[in-house]
């Protein structure tokens, strides 16, 4: 009896270690690129043929062999939008995943305001958070939620499965991810969308970056060791090997992100810091110059978090810099919330501003669809007359509209570099900006500081923060 008993204990063990093992991302209602050679990847018994069909197409075989680690790697070729499907993976024991949609696939990552759900945070809500989750069930827009993981090295897998929208899992995922997703479902119905989800509140932009994204930046400091960790979502590589080095090579269309409200205090670094992580994150996913969107952090008090007796940093200099950033990344684009900050919070409600916003990056510039407003309007020129500047901006053909008429957040500075409030209003395509405590004006400022909101816009879109002095920051002495 108990000789049996281990023939079939060794049994199972055998047909177990046989088994395909599949990382998370892929499982029932997945959504895989459309018209793509999307990668599907396991693990195997070594040598072992894999062979993969999907019923879309079941004439098709795509195959490959199990390496010495028992890793393998196959690209499968996806049709046009559609489903549900199946895809079957077999190296003589088959595994079977159903539900299986092909459509549009997008990463969304970033830091707490990516991360915020659709619950909000407590004492933080969403705005219209509760009805839109009620609101939300569509089976042809699926979600994927990395789990928090910091890691001294890269792994391979990520804890997490895809969902179909509805209100209870919809209440827990990000809003600004779901808002994007549900525009561009809106705008194609027939083409389902699925989001993958990887961010942590607080993190740091070094965080989502590896060793070699990081080469050109000293000051960030490479972990060689559990201790070398004090943060878990702010150490340099940590979240990129435990939350982005598993889903890279996954098939998407793009990537969204929503950071840079931890990169505060140290901002001249972080427009060549974007273009270094998105240029790497481009090379290792191997598909070309992939869609990068990125939301411009709100405005918010930030002496709030400030600790007593500290130098208070003005983060406009760090919105400054993700203007920059649009010159650095190519096949990119800002949705900028200076309307949807909160004065006494940094997570703000307006969540459905800023997933529309990215959208419209994505339908205009990704998706050809015309007549589509989605760049902030920024600074071009300035001609002063006497005592007033006259302005003209870039991406404003409609012409610039102020809220009540007449600017608040205008300041205007003479030779003495010191900037006092101005009034502003708008004659046509210009704004004209007038301090009575400034005869001879030589800069202007827009909104460039901490907290402000926005008042001016076109078409619907804000105006981002600008200044047209290149005095240095006073806290870093840098510009």
């Known amino acids: 009896?108990?000789?049996?008993?281990?023939?079939?204990?060794?049994?199972?063990?055998?047909?177990?270690?046989?088994?395909?093992?599949?990382?998370?991302?892929?499982?029932?209602?997945?959504?895989?690129?459309?018209?793509?050679?999307?990668?599907?990847?396991?693990?195997?018994?070594?040598?072992?043929?894999?062979?993969?069909?999907?019923?879309?197409?079941?004439?098709?075989?795509?195959?490959?062999?199990?390496?010495?680690?028992?890793k393998w790697k196959i690209a499968v070729k996806t049709p046009q939008a559609g489903g549900p499907y199946s895809v079957t993976i077999s190296d003589g024991q088959s595994v079977t995943l159903n539900n299986v949609l092909v459509g549009e696939v997008w990463l969304c990552a970033g830091q707490s305001n990516m991360e915020m759900p659709m619950k909000g945070f407590k004492c933080q809500p969403v705005e219209n958070g509760n009805r839109d989750a009620v609101l939300s069930t569509n089976p042809n827009m699926r979600l994927f939620t990395v789990k928090r993981s910091s890691s001294l090295t890269p792994k391979d897998d990520v804890v997490g499965s895809w969902l179909m929208a509805n209100a209870e899992s919809v209440r827990e995922f990000s809003a600004t991810a779901f808002y994007f997703g549900r525009m561009l479902q809106m705008v194609k119905p027939d083409v389902p969308v699925g989001l993958i989800v990887t961010a942590w509140g607080g993190s740091a932009c070094e965080a989502w970056m590896d060793e070699k994204m990081l080469a050109d930046f000293p000051s960030a400091q490479i972990p060689r060791t559990q201790e070398d960790i004090k943060s878990k979502n702010r150490t340099p590589t940590v979240l990129y090997n435990g939350m982005l080095h598993p889903v890279i090579g996954y098939g998407i269309r793009g990537a969204i992100w929503y950071q840079g409200e931890d990169n505060w205090n140290r901002a001249e670094t972080y427009?060549?810091?974007?273009?270094?992580?998105?240029?790497?994150?481009?090379?290792?996913?191997?598909?070309?110059?992939?869609?990068?969107?990125?939301?411009?952090?709100?405005?918010?008090?930030?002496?709030?978090?400030?600790?007593?007796?500290?130098?208070?940093?003005?983060?406009?200099?760090?919105?400054?810099?993700?203007?920059?950033?649009?010159?650095?990344?190519?096949?990119?684009?800002?949705?900028?919330?200076?309307?949807?900050?909160?004065?006494?919070?940094?997570?703000?409600?307006?969540?459905?501003?800023?997933?529309?916003?990215?959208?419209?990056?994505?339908?205009?510039?990704?998706?050809?669809?015309?007549?589509?407003?989605?760049?902030?309007?920024?600074?071009?020129?300035?001609?002063?007359?006497?005592?007033?500047?006259?302005?003209?901006?870039?991406?404003?053909?409609?012409?610039?509209?102020?809220?009540?008429?007449e600017s608040q957040n205008f300041e205007v500075a003479g030779e003495d570099g010191v900037f006092h409030p101005a009034k502003a209003w708008g004659v046509r395509s210009h704004i004209l900006v007038k301090s009575d405590a400034v005869k001879k004006p030589v800069n202007v400022r827009y909104a460039f500081k901490n907290w402000a909101e926005g008042d001016v816009f076109c078409e619907g879109i804000p105006f981002t923060s600008f200044r047209t002095d290149s005095y240095k920051d006073p806290l870093t002495k840098k510009q």
């Not at 990668?39 to 043929?49: P, Q, V």
């Open 271 to 405: 427009s060549d810091m974007m273009a270094s992580m998105v240029s790497g994150w481009r090379a290792q996913w191997g598909i070309g110059d992939f869609p990068f969107y990125y939301c411009q952090i709100a405005p918010y008090d930030y002496s709030i978090i400030t600790e007593k007796g500290q130098p208070i940093y003005n983060t406009a200099y760090l919105r400054e810099q993700q203007v920059l950033a649009l010159q650095k990344i190519s096949n990119s684009g800002m949705a900028c919330l200076m309307d949807a900050g909160l004065e006494k919070g940094i997570h703000p409600e307006k969540k459905q501003l800023a997933g529309e916003r990215l959208a419209y990056q994505a339908l205009s510039k990704t998706y050809g669809m015309k007549g589509v407003a989605c760049e902030s309007p920024t600074f071009k020129q300035m001609t002063i007359k006497n005592d007033t500047v006259d302005i003209v901006f870039n991406n404003c053909g409609m012409w610039p509209y102020i809220k009540g008429g």
């Open 1 to 70: 009896m108990k000789k049996l008993i281990f023939t079939l204990f060794s049994a199972l063990c055998l047909n177990a270690s046989a088994a395909i093992k599949l990382p998370a991302l892929f499982c029932d209602n997945m959504v895989l690129q459309q018209q793509s050679d999307v990668n599907i990847w396991g693990t195997a018994d070594a040598g072992k043929t894999v062979t993969i069909t999907a019923s879309w197409d079941k004439k098709a075989k795509f195959s490959a062999k199990a390496g010495n680690d028992g």
